[in-house]
């Protein structure tokens, strides 16, 4: 165990938001309203007045509206409408001013190209029309674009599925009921840029923050996911890509808490890499991968990984581990810092993997001086092979596939 950077942990857990609801969402708030350009005009839309720019303001009407600044629309759907009629094909704007909207759109494949546009998280809020219901829904359409807004409520407040490509930009996700943000099926691509998913409620006992089912595959820059009752993290067939993003303060339900509670949860082939981020604060595995089509870890920070109450198992042995990789191809973990694990800092459970400069602390199970483990006929090589303690009474671990149907 190498500890020459523990040190960077204090900077960087202390520059990261708290894991209390109010304090991320409020933090997210407040740094992507900083950095808003948007709402020049009248304290709200930042658009000219043009064919393709279309307005929304809470004094608008749906009725007696045109759409233009001084004659916007009452709501994003009326205005998309709008665009409908239009007919135009390139790239619109709907700008939309402070307030909160009800909202409930769907972007088909034949839609016109739009970008939906708010003064900034902190001052335009799109919610859900009903419990049950998206808040925006991109049904095909490849070229749809969000800024500056916060999305909220709703069962999945962002739905991309049947091939449609999504950009989402300052904006902050928050309080579904189900799942924050779902990708699903082949050629369906979400690339979230410096937004924040949070407070992600279960349904039946399950709930993800972000999840990622049928081939679907997400981008991640910088934000995070914080404060979801599930998983933060949840890949089925997907294929995730994250760069400077925390996970923080998972939470479990009191139900199937070996599942439950993962910071990130990966299966059934799915493919990953991460370079750089924080992991903090979850109730179980930090990062779980199950038979992994590929997968690469540099840099990242696991912090505090703290053993769930399992029901109906002994809760000794279950959870509390950094980074577990359960068979699948071979995997790469580099140059990251896992402390504060109630188990193992790192377990190979009948896997392949390379591990260099990795670095733990002595908290949790620790052996012959290391937690990083193999068993279960795991081969691990690397310049941290000498590290790597061969388990000959293995770990008990829950492994079972988690049911992604009640997304579908």
Same mark, same amino acid.
């Given at each position: ?29 407040? =740094? ?18 043009? @064919? ?16 233009? @600044? =001084? ?12 665009? @409908? ?8 704007? &709907? ?63 962002? =739905? ?82 994250? *760069? ?17 509670? =993962? ?38 920070? &696991? ?5 769930? &109450?399992?029901?109906?198992?002994? *809760? ?85 596939? &988690? ?6």
């Amino acid at each position: 165990m190498r500890l020459g950077w523990l040190a960077a942990l204090g900077f960087f857990v202390g520059c990261a938001p708290g894991a209390e609801p109010g304090g991320v969402l409020g933090d997210a708030l407040e =740094r992507q309203d900083s950095t808003s350009s948007l709402c020049q005009f009248g304290g709200w839309a930042d658009a000219e007045d043009s @064919r393709h720019v279309v307005h929304v303001r809470e004094d608008g009407s749906d009725t007696d509206g045109n759409g233009t @600044r =001084r004659n916007p629309y009452a709501t994003v759907d009326a205005a998309l409408e709008h665009l @409908r009629d239009d007919g135009h094909n390139g790239k619109s704007r &709907i700008a939309v001013g402070p307030g909160v909207f009800d909202t409930s759109v769907h972007l088909a494949a034949s839609d016109p190209k739009v970008e939906i546009v708010g003064c900034s998280a902190a001052r335009t809020t799109l919610q859900a029309v009903s419990p049950g219901e998206s808040v925006i829904s991109v049904d095909g359409q490849k070229h749809a674009w969000l800024r500056g807004v916060t999305v909220a409520g709703g069962r999945r407040a962002l =739905r991309v599925r049947d091939g449609g490509r999504f950009d989402v930009r300052g904006s902050v996700i928050d309080g579904s009921s189900q799942v924050g943000v779902l990708v699903q099926g082949e050629q369906s691509r979400l690339h979230l840029h410096d937004t924040t998913v949070t407070s992600t409620q279960a349904l039946d006992d399950r709930g993800w923050g972000v999840a990622v089912i049928d081939g679907g595959r997400l981008e991640m820059n910088r934000g995070g996911v914080y404060d979801s009752v599930g998983v933060g993290i949840f890949g089925d067939d997907a294929d995730v890509t994250l *760069s400077d993003v925390e996970v923080i303060g998972t939470q479990t339900t009191g139900r199937f808490d070996s599942e439950l509670g =993962r910071g990130l949860h990966l299966q059934n082939g799915s493919s990953l890499e991460i370079n750089g981020g924080l992991f903090r604060d979850n109730s179980d595995a930090a990062l779980f991968l199950r038979d992994p089509k590929s997968m690469r870890i540099n840099g990242i920070v &696991i912090d505090i990984t703290s053993a769930g &109450i399992v029901i109906d198992f002994p *809760s000794t042995g279950l959870s509390g581990d950094g980074i577990v990789v359960h068979g699948g191809q071979p995997v790469t973990l580099t140059d990251n810092l896992i402390t504060g694990s109630a188990r193992a800092a790192i377990l190979f459970d009948g896997a392949t993997g390379t591990v260099s400069g990795n670095e733990t602390d002595d908290n949790g199970l620790v052996i012959d001086g290391t937690s990083i483990f193999a068993q279960e006929q795991a081969h691990v090589g690397g310049d941290d092979a000498g590290l790597v303690y061969d388990l000959q009474g293995p770990l008990l671990l829950n492994t079972w596939t &988690i049911d992604a149907d009640a997304l579908r």
